[in-house]
């Protein structure tokens, strides 16, 4: 069964962080957070000295089909615009909108491990951690091997502790953002979520947090606040790394703004119909250094939702309003529009900058049928400002809506089909002026998961 009905709101994670679960004792420990987690009683957990060690992950195979070339590939992120021309191997030209894929992977597969206290204590400080990892990671060069027999590298996704007493918590290490605390629930998208680029805030990010939680009866409350690694990453204004750099070993525009990114939330949850009824706001700002003197801000404010419509019937989602939202895939990861100076100019020099404002967000609507069976409707958007883009940042509209339907076969054996339907636009210039509706693409993918859980 599908994380979303089953762990409704685990207290570790800021992603994932509920009003009312923070009452000292068992409740309070770390739990995993991933799509597609079942219910394991009991968990795959042992003792080991003044610890309680729990392993889990999901061994993940996908079976995608598409009938359009997808930025993204086995996690499409858009389509191509179907116009674009795609070159084979005996010279032909096809265009991006009649190519099909059927892509098989493995590489989104999680594996995590969790340390509670063996014995918490009531009254002082608790102490958890998390790490997971996923198989995402680079695909290492090897001149022996082709490159497609070649497996990926691991990739840390998580890393963080906490330190909590009471109704307090104290996070440190690499964990969700802040303001964008939901995903849609997918098998699909495992390594970024699905929505990411067309409507979802996304970021795992080196942060430290504060968690204040106070229950008023059966209502509870939540304030979060945290300083996050100000990194953009924005590739038109080329903050990037090398290929196969680490990118600590060098200062991206973000960090060069000598802050760091400022993210708090605040959360309100009710008992409705057998789970909770949440609804939460959040805010972000940070800023990236272009010039010697000069910087460009970046901001939103989001909300996010859960509703309860009856027992087996909820709403969950997330909107948001902000600019320069790059660092989380806003924009459809566009945040600043550029045009470059002429020459003599150096490379990776610009005359004339916008920042590109945005918004967007996504809903999920979850049908349980039976603990076996359950089916989700949803729908994704994201819209950069229009008269704020510029020649070289064109993408105006990406679009996606999608149904899915989960069977478990066996407690810790999931099979799921996610259908998604993609629509994707870019806008055309006169000069630096957005004016003619640019190339568009649209794509249909078709993907079937089968997941074992522990």
Known sequence: MPAAAQYTQPPASAASQTPGSTSTGENDQLKPTYPGEPLNKPPVEAKIGPVALRVYGTVLLNISLSDSDEVGQDIPLWPFPSSTPITLSDGTVRRAGSIHDTIFTARQSVFGVVLNPATPSDN?????ALVEMDFFGVRPADTNLPEDRVLNQPRLRKAYFQLQKGHFKLVAGQDDIIISPLNPVSLSHVAVPLGYTNGNLFGWLPQ????????????????????LRPAFGDPHLGDVPASGVSIDSSSGLGERASQPFYQSRMAISHPMHGSPFTLGVAGHYGQERIGAARTIDSWAFTFDYRIPIFSKLFLRGEGYLGSNLVPFGGGIVQGVAAVAAPPPAPANTFNLFHKIGDGGGWSE??????QRNIFYLGYTEDNPVHHELLPGTTKSRNAMAWFSYFRKLTPGTTIAVEYSNWLFQTTGFTGNVPSTRGAGGRGNVLNIALAYQF
């Open 208 to 227: 430290v947090r504060a968690d204040i939680s106070h229950d008023w009866g059966k209502t509870s409350a939540l304030f979060q606040i945290g300083v």
């Open 365 to 370: 609507l979850t049908f349980i049928a039976t």
């Open 124 to 128: 002082g400080w608790n102490t958890s």
